[in-house]
């Protein structure tokens, strides 16, 4: 069994920023990568940030420049720094983590922009 617990959504005004972490636990084996989707009501979820094994990141094109990823190995945890947000960021974000292969997901946390 693996775990994936979020935490660090709310709510903020435009220009603010938040922070979201994801700890996986359990049955951890070899990790292939760590991210973050979202997902806005009436969309496809849609890839945010990933960070491979070998550090190297991907961003979707709507948030670089704006969002960081990084990721702590030994604690098996990733983050998310999201600065200058926008409302149109307004999702449930979903930590993702890619395990032999497999995806697995985290519960979801609302992240909410105000303008």
């Known amino acids: 069994q693996v775990q994936l617990v979020e935490s660090g959504g709310g709510l903020v005004q435009a220009g603010g920023s938040l922070r979201l972490s994801c700890a996986a636990s359990?049955?951890?084996?070899?990790?292939?990568?760590m991210g973050w989707y979202r997902q806005a009501p009436g969309k496809q979820r849609e890839l945010v940030a990933t960070?491979?094994?070998?550090?190297?990141?991907k961003y979707a094109d709507s948030v670089k420049g704006r969002f960081t990823i990084s990721r702590d190995n030994a604690k098996n945890t990733v983050y998310l720094q999201m600065n200058s947000l926008k409302p149109e960021d307004t999702a449930v974000y979903y930590c993702?983590?890619?395990?032999?292969?497999?995806?697995?997901w985290g519960q979801g946390t609302q992240v909410t922009v105000s303008s």
């Open positions: 359990g049955s951890i084996g070899s990790i292939n990568a």
């Open positions: 960070v491979p094994t070998d550090s190297s990141t």
């Open positions: 993702n983590l890619v395990m032999r292969w497999y995806n697995y």
